[in-house]
C-alpha cells in the first residue's frame, strides 16, 4: 500500500518539470514578459533597446509604478482596488517639500511625516470601506478628489504655490531617494557597464518587492490576505481579523503611493500638486497583466513584478521601433487583453493539471 | 447510553421581529451519533444551523453542552467550544492549495519574532496526512489548488479541517445537495468515518436516502418545528419521505404523528 502510493508520487513527479513549472501561478506573467521582451528587443535593436542606457529607460519607468501595483496587488488579491493613489503620489511629494522646504526640517523627518499623513489617509480609506460597505473603488473615487483638492488648496494656503522646491537635501538622502546610479566594472577597454542612469526608486522597488514577496507567500499573513479575497466569510469565521488586516493593506498601498512622490520630487527637486490620473490605470494595469484575479483570491508578487516589467517595455518600448508612436496605447490595450485571457488559461492550467482524474 | 448530550437545544425559540422562525425546538445530539435534520426548503433549517453555530442568538429556551448552559455571542464562540460548522463548499478557498486552505487562521510558523515563515511542508504534510486518514486518497499533493478537486473532496477537506482543529460537533450543511451520487456516497462516508471517531454531527439535507444512510436520530422540520423525533429503524424511508412531503397541511402530518406515537 505504502510501496504503491510511492510509486504515484514518483511518477508524478516524472512528469512534473514543465507542468509543474506552468502551474506556478505567475508561469502567464513570466510567458508574457519574454515574449514582449524579445519582440521589442528584436524591432528595438537598431535603437539601442537592450543597452544599459536603453533599459534604464523602462525601468526606471517601471519603478514608480511597480512599487505602488504590488500593494494594489495586495487589495485586489484581498477583493478591494484603490485608486486615491493617484492624489496620494504628489501629496507624498509635497507633505515632504513643505516640510523640508517651508519648516526647515531633517529630510527624514518629513519623508516620515509623509508616510505618517499616506498612512493615516489610507487608514480612512480602509475605515471608511469596513465600516460602510461600499464599494472600495467608490470610496477610494471619493477620496481621489478630496486629496486632490486638498493637495492644491493646502499647498496654496501654507506655501502660495502648486510647485514646492525641495533643494538642498544633503548627498545620502538623495542618493537612497533620488539619484541616477551607475555601475561600470573593470576599467578603460575591458570595462563593463552592468546599469547606467539607473534612478534610486528602481532599487528602492526591488527592496519593496522582496518585503512584500515575503509578506505575502512566505509569511503566515500572506495565507490570510488570499482567504480573504477567496471567500471573505469563511475567512472572518476562520478567526481572521479581516477587517484590521483590510486596513493595513489601504495603508500599505497610500504609504507606497506616497513613497513614490517622494522619490519624484526627490529626483526632480520640485514637487506638484498635480494629480497622477495616469498611474491609478497604469498600476492596475501591472496588477492584472501580472495575473492577479480582478474577484480577488489569487495573484503573486513574482507575477505583478513581471506585470510591470511588461508594461514599462510596452509603454517606453515603442519610442526604441520605428512603429507609430502614436499606437503606444493601442500596444497597451492589445497587452492588456490578451494578457487577461492568458491568465485565465494558466490559472485553469493551475487548478486542473495535476487534478490527474481517474474516472 | 445515559451519557448527557453533547450538545441539546431545551424549547428554543428564534423570531426576527415580529416573525417567529423556530418554534419550540428540543433536541440532542450525542458523541458518536448522527442526527439528521431533515426538512423542505423554507422550513427553517437554515436559522436552526446559525442558531446552533452563534451566527444568531435564541430568542427563548436554552442550548447546553455537556449539560452545561451555554450561549454564543460570535460564531467564534462556538468554535472556541468545538462546534464547527461547514457549508456546502465547506469555506475552502478554490484558488489555494490544500495545505494553506486546511490552516487558514492557523498557519504553522517556524522562525522567530517578526521573521515567522508560513511551514508550507509541516502544512501540506498535516493535510494530506489528515484528509487522508478520511480516506481520499488521491489527494497526495498539498501545493495542489483545492478549485481542482472536486465537490466530495472539499467537503472531506473541511471536515478534516473541522476534526483537526478537535470539533466534537460536527454541522454539516447540506453536505451532499450539489454532489453526484459518487460523491455523495464518498461524503457520507466521511460522516461515518467521523461519527467512528467519537464526535456529533448533525447533518442537515433533504434527501432521506442520504439520511437513512448514515442517520442514528432523525428530525424532520416543518415551518419552524419539529414535526417528528425518532430513530433509526423507526420509520421507513417512505414514512419519512411522506412526513416531508406533506409539510404543506400540518393538519395531515400531525396525524402522521400521531399515528406513529
Known amino acids: 500500500m505504502a510501496n504503491q502510493q510511492n510509486s504515484k508520487n514518483e511518477n508524478q513527479g516524472g512528469g512534473f518539470s514543465l507542468l509543474g513549472l506552468f502551474r506556478r501561478p505567475e508561469a502567464g506573467a513570466a510567458a508574457g514578459f519574454i515574449l514582449i521582451f524579445l519582440f521589442f528587443g528584436y524591432f528595438g535593436w537598431d535603437k539601442n533597446f537592450l543597452t544599459a542606457l536603453g533599459s534604464s529607460t523602462w525601468l526606471n519607468f517601471a519603478s514608480k509604478v511597480g512599487i505602488i501595483a504590488i500593494p494594489i496587488g495586495f487589495l485586489m488579491i484581498a477583493g478591494e482596488l484603490d485608486i486615491s493613489v493617484g492624489a496620494l503620489i504628489p501629496a507624498g511629494g509635497i507633505v515632504l517639500a513643505i516640510a523640508v522646504g517651508l519648516y526647515g526640517m531633517n529630510y527624514w523627518v518629513g519623508a516620515a511625516l509623509s508616510m505618517a499623513v499616506a498612512g493615516g489617509i489610507g487608514f480612512l480609506n480602509g475605515l471608511l470601506v469596513t465600516r460602510t460597505k461600499v464599494p472600495s473603488l467608490i470610496v477610494t473615487l471619493a477620496t481621489l478628489f478630496v486629496i486632490a483638492g486638498l493637495n492644491a488648496y493646502v499647498s496654496k494656503q501654507l506655501a502660495g504655490t502648486t510647485q514646492h522646491s525641495l533643494q538642498d537635501i544633503g548627498p545620502v538622502s538623495e542618493f537612497l531617494m533620488g539619484d541616477y546610479h551607475t555601475l561600470i566594472l573593470g576599467e578603460g577597454e575591458s570595462a563593463t557597464t552592468i546599469f547606467r542612469s539607473l534612478q534610486s526608486s528602481f532599487f528602492i522597488w526591488i527592496f519593496v518587492a522582496i518585503v512584500c514577496f515575503y509578506i505575502l507567500h512566505i509569511s503566515p499573513w500572506g495565507n490570510w490576505i488570499f482567504a480573504m479575497g477567496g471567500d471573505q466569510e469563511s475567512a472572518r469565521n476562520a478567526g481572521i481579523p479581516t477587517n484590521r488586516l483590510k486596513i493595513a493593506l489601504f495603508m500599505l498601498s497610500a504609504m507606497a503611493a506616497a513613497l513614490v512622490g517622494m522619490t519624484e520630487a526627490t529626483l526632480a527637486n520640485t514637487a506638484s500638486t498635480t494629480t497622477q490620473f495616469g498611474m491609478i490605470f497604469n498600476s492596475i494595469i501591472c496588477v492584472v497583466v501580472g495575473g492577479v484575479l480582478l474577484t480577488g483570491g489569487f495573484g503573486t508578487v513574482t507575477g505583478t513584478v513581471f506585470g510591470t516589467l511588461t508594461f514599462g517595455i510596452v509603454f517606453q518600448g515603442i519610442n526604441f521601433t520605428t512603429f507609430d508612436k502614436d499606437l503606444n496605447m493601442l500596444f497597451i490595450g492589445v497587452l492588456l487583453l490578451v494578457a487577461v485571457l492568458m491568465n485565465d488559461t494558466f490559472r485553469q492550467i493551475a487548478t486542473n493539471a495535476s487534478t490527474n482524474k481517474k474516472k | ?261
Open chain 2, 1 to 261: 447510553m445515559s451519557k448527557t448530550a453533547v450538545l441539546e437545544l431545551r424549547h428554543v425559540d428564534k423570531s426576527f421581529g415580529p416573525i417567529d422562525v423556530l418554534h419550540d425546538i428540543s433536541l440532542k445530539v450525542n458523541e458518536g451519533e448522527v442526527l439528521c435534520l431533515l426538512g423542505d426548503n423554507g422550513a427553517g433549517k437554515s436559522t436552526l444551523i446559525k442558531t446552533l453555530s452563534g451566527v444568531h442568538q435564541p430568542t427563548r429556551g436554552q442550548m447546553l453542552m455537556d449539560g452545561q448552559e451555554v450561549s454564543f455571542a460570535r460564531p467564534r464562540d462556538a468554535q472556541d467550544r468545538g462546534i464547527a460548522t461547514v457549508h456546502q463548499f465547506g469555506g475552502t478557498y478554490p484558488l489555494m492549495s490544500v495545505g494553506r486552505n486546511f490552516f487558514v487562521g492557523a498557519e504553522p510558523t517556524k522562525g522567530w519574532g517578526p521573521f515567522k515563515v508560513f511551514d508550507r511542508e509541516k502544512a501540506n504534510e498535516i493535510a494530506v496526512k489528515s484528509v487522508q486518514d478520511f480516506g481520499i486518497t488521491r489527494i497526495t499533493d498539498g501545493d495542489r489548488l483545492v478549485g481542482g478537486l472536486s465537490g466530495g473532496e472539499r467537503q472531506s477537506l473541511a471536515i478534516a479541517r473541522a476534526v483537526y482543529f478537535g470539533a466534537r460537533v460536527l454541522i454539516l450543511d447540506e453536505p451532499t445537495a450539489a454532489l453526484g451520487v459518487k460523491q455523495a456516497a464518498h461524503v457520507l462516508r466521511i460522516v461515518n468515518e467521523a461519527k467512528r471517531r467519537g464526535l456529533a454531527v448533525i447533518f442537515i439535507t433533504h434527501q432521506v436516502m442520504h439520511a437513512m444512510a448514515v442517520g442514528d436520530h432523525f428530525a424532520v422540520l416543518i415551518r419552524g418545528a419539529i414535526a417528528a423525533d425518532f430513530r433509526k429503524g423507526e420509520k421507513t424511508r417512505e414514512e419519512i419521505a411522506d412526513l416531508m412531503a406533506g409539510g404543506e397541511s400540518m393538519a395531515e402530518l400531525e396525524a402522521n404523528i400521531d399515528g406513529a406515537a
